[in-house]
Each structure stands twice: as structure tokens, then as C-alpha cells.
Nanobody, 122 residues
Framework: QVQLVESGGGSVQAGGSLRLSCVVS???????TAWFRQAPGTEREGVAA???????TYEDSVKGRFTISKDNAKNTVYLTMETLKPEDTAIYYC?????????????????WGQGTQVTVSS
């Protein structure tokens, strides 16, 4: 059984940084792992993804500010967020899927974490 546990969320001022971690148990390194976020009243949206071959994809608004990476030895995927903006405020979710064709489609992912809150104040 695959389980994902996120950590690292918190409150920061605009321009600050945070690093989110997602520990995946029951993990296979053939998964695609992604970070999604959901702000109140909005749909869940993809932010960044990394596939089994370490190819990365980013949503346009976070390019150049967010970096997704993984440590296979620790079964952990990271999202390093820099130059944070108030519009980055959301609950961030880690997700994993074995057969992901469209990286930012919610339905492509079989496994989800419980989410971690990120709040950016102006």
C-alpha cells in the first residue's frame, strides 16, 4: 500500500522561502510524483511534477521560483519554493501515480497525501 505524508508547510512573508517534503512509503521509483495545490473556492491545480526518469514539469506561474526534486534513497520528494507570493497561498498536496499521461490531471494520480498549508502574507 502506498502512503504519502507531507510536511514543511507554514506561514511566511512575501519573498520568503519554504521547502515541502513528501515521504512515500510503498514507493516504486517508476512512479510519477507531483505537487498540487488548492486555494479556497478554487479547483486543485498541478504545480510541479517529476517522473521516473527525473524529467520535471512546472506550471507557468511557478517556473523559476519552485523546484521539484527527489531522493530515492529516502523515498522523499521535495518542493523548494522561493520568492513566494500571496497568490501561492493554498493547501499543497503530494500525489503519486504509476501510469501518468497528463502530469497535471488530478485523475491520473492514484495516491494522495493529506496536504500541508502554505500561507504567504504581503
Amino acid at each position: 500500500q502506498v502512503q504519502l505524508v507531507e510536511s514543511g508547510g507554514g506561514s511566511v512573508q512575501a519573498g520568503g522561502s519554504l521547502r515541502l517534503s513528501c515521504v512515500v512509503s510503498g514507493y516504486t521509483n517508476r512512479f510519477t510524483t507531483a505537487w498540487f495545490r488548492q486555494a479556497p473556492g478554487t479547483e486543485r491545480e498541478g504545480v510541479a511534477a517529476i517522473d521516473a526518469d527525473d524529467r520535471t514539469t512546472y506550471e507557468d506561474s511557478v517556473k523559476g521560483r519552485f523546484t521539484i526534486s527527489k531522493d530515492n534513497a529516502k523515498n522523499t520528494v521535495y518542493l523548494t519554493m522561493e520568492t513566494l507570493k500571496p497568490e501561492d497561498t493554498a493547501i499543497y498536496y503530494c500525489a503519486a501515480g504509476a501510469y501518468v499521461a497528463v502530469v497535471f490531471m488530478v485523475g491520473e494520480y492514484n495516491y494522495w497525501g493529506q496536504g500541508t498549508q502554505v500561507t504567504v502574507s504581503s
